[in-house]
Structure formats: structure tokens, C-alpha cells
């Protein structure tokens, strides 16, 4: 017998199926907001620009950027950043390890979201970097993997891989 408080629990076959934009967070479904608001698509646009960009100066560099490509934790969790560096292949449908920078544009719908359910998740899963930016405030918060805690950092360069390097201009961002 149910309880009011047993809810469904999904899995990644289930999420393949879906229509429209979802996150699997621990079997549980969380919608994406229908389409974000122009300062975010733009900041996003800027975020791919400049990481595309200071990617081709590395000459030997083993790693890939990615946006809206779906990351199969498990079973039962599967995100979709707003970009993400990573080294290696990706799979043939989905992302299985962890990127090694992720960063999310805060929207006032998924600040709870970006800022508590997947700073942890990130944390846990080893994302070495993860760069949070707030279009309403125009600020951006990075924080690195140090001991397997995530700790706010001023730096706006990253190694990625050891022959790869990127640089962001934050001031960049929202113009």
C-alpha cells in the first residue's frame, strides 16, 4: 500500500522517453523551465564562445566542450548542464563520467537547483570545476574540487588536462 508520500521513481529508459526537458535527479524528474530568458541564452552563448575559443590554442588537448548533452550518472540521475569541458570521448547518447568543468547560468527557476541539489551532486561525482553565473546580478562564482570539497576560488584560468588550459573573461560574459 502507498503512502501520499510515495512518489514514482524513474529511471534513464523512462527519461529517453520523455517529450520535453527533464533532469533525473536520484529517480525523481525535475522539468526544465521551457526555454530561458535571452540574457541567459546569451550568457551561455558567451560562456561556448570563449571556451571554443581558448581550446584551440592547446595544441595536444585531449578535451571536448559540450552544451545540452545529456550526463548519465546513473540509472537513476542524469543532468544537463549548460556547458561542460570534458577530456576524453563521450559516448555514442550521453556523457557517463564526470566533466571536468561544468557551468550553469542561474535562472530564478533553478537557482535551488544549480546552487544546492547539483553543487552536491557535482561535488560527489569529482567535476573538478564548477562555475555558477548569475545573469540578474551579473557576477559568476567558481569553485574548485580541493579534498573533495568544493571551495570558492578567484580565478578565471583552468587546467582542464595537463597540455590543456582555458581562460574566461567573466567581464565578457554579459555583454
Not at 23 to 47: C, R
Not at 59 to 71: K, P, Q, S
Not at 105 to 129: A, H, T
Request: aromatic letters at 14%; proline letters at 5%; hydrophobic letters at 35%.
Amino acid at each position: 500500500m502507498y503512502s501520499r508520500f510515495d512518489f514514482p521513481r524513474y529511471t534513464y529508459n523512462d527519461y529517453k522517453n520523455w517529450k520535453e526537458n527533464w533532469e533525473l535527479i536520484d529517480g525523481f524528474p525535475l522539468q526544465l523551465t521551457p526555454s530561458p530568458a535571452p540574457k541567459h541564452s546569451m550568457a551561455v552563448v558567451n560562456f561556448i564562445t570563449q571556451g571554443k575559443n581558448s581550446l584551440r590554442f592547446n595544441r595536444n588537448c585531449n578535451c571536448i566542450l559540450f552544451t545540452e548533452l545529456d550526463w548519465k550518472i546513473s540509472e537513476e540521475t542524469v543532468v544537463r548542464p549548460d556547458m561542460m569541458i570534458i577530456c576524453g570521448q563521450a559516448g555514442t547518447d550521453c556523457l557517463t563520467f564526470p566533466p571536468v568543468l561544468i557551468v550553469e547560468v542561474l535562472s530564478p527557476n533553478n537557482i535551488k537547483q544549480d546552487r544546492i541539489i547539483k553543487f552536491d551532486l557535482y561535488r560527489e561525482q569529482g567535476v573538478k570545476y564548477y562555475i555558477m553565473a548569475d545573469y540578474t546580478k551579473q557576477t559568476v562564482e567558481v569553485y574548485e574540487l580541493i579534498d573533495n570539497y568544493y571551495k570558492q576560488v578567484e580565478r578565471n584560468k583552468f587546467l582542464i588536462d595537463k597540455d590543456c588550459e582555458i581562460e574566461l573573461d567573466f567581464e565578457e560574459i554579459w555583454k
